[in-house]
């Protein structure tokens, strides 16, 4: 069934949303970069889009909408391990959070997982992280990895403070330091033995609703 000029624009910039992002867009994504007047105009584009099979979406995950064909083939799900908050630490590989099955699962492309195994997101709740510049609703992507080159960005878990933190990890003699992305925050400084690495983050989708 030949697509409508309309519809042809919003799989045309969901294709380049995914390629150029490795994750869908929302309806305000459409909304602004298809210039359509409101949410519900996108909505009723999508639904008919979906209903002749050019997309897939689930209205129980975040950012769901996957094209259907072979751009389907190139798309791949990964574990949204819930919603983490402020003294919270992550189901990391090999425990029983991380065998228990995920909260849900997030519809990336291999783009955005660049070659990377045992991939694994969670939602950030909260703006304690805003120094690593993760805001409240981001998602962040994580590579499950004990061993970090110098300036990787990183999940902590500060057993002593029983916090979760966002920071780019420098070893110095006898101790790590935890940098911020952001440079006007302080860098902590802890043993090495207060710090578990949960993950190396490999990307964030942000929230922009």
């Known amino acids: 069934m030949p697509v409508s000029r309309k519809r042809q624009r919003i799989l045309d910039f969901i294709h380049h949303f995914l390629d150029e992002r490795g994750y869908a867009p929302t309806v305000r994504d459409i909304v602004r970069g298809c210039n359509i007047s409101t ?12 209903r002749e099979g050019h997309i897939r979406r689930d209205p129980q995950v975040f950012r769901s909408i ?32 991380w065998q228990a099955l995920p ?5 990336v492309t291999e783009s955005i997982l660049r ?3 045992n991939v694994f997101a969670i939602k950030v709740k909260g703006t304690y992280m ?3 510049l993760i805001d409240d609703g981001d998602v962040v992507i994580l590579e499950q990895a004990s061993n970090l080159a110098e300036g990787d960005l990183a999940a902590v878990w500060l057993k002593t403070q029983q916090e979760m933190t966002l920071k780019r990890v420098y070893r110095e003699s006898g101790r790590i330091r935890l940098q911020s992305v952001n440079r006007q ?21 942000r ?3």
Do not use: C, F, W
């Open 130 to 132: 805003i120094d690593a």
């Open 115 to 117: 070659g990377h195994k």
């Open 39 to 50: 949410s519900s105009v996108v909505q009723y584009h999508l639904d008919i889009l979906e």
């Open 185 to 205: 925050m302080k860098p902590l400084y802890e043993p090495a033995e207060n710090v578990d690495i949960q993950g190396k983050v490999i990307g964030v989708i």
């Open 207 to 209: 929230n922009v609703a």
């Open 66 to 97: 996957r094209l259907s064909g072979a751009e389907l083939a190139q798309s791949t799900s990964i574990p949204l391990m819930g919603t983490i908050t402020a003294g919270q630490q992550l189901p990391v590989l090999g425990s029983e959070k």
């Open 103 to 107: 909260e849900n699962t997030l519809p």
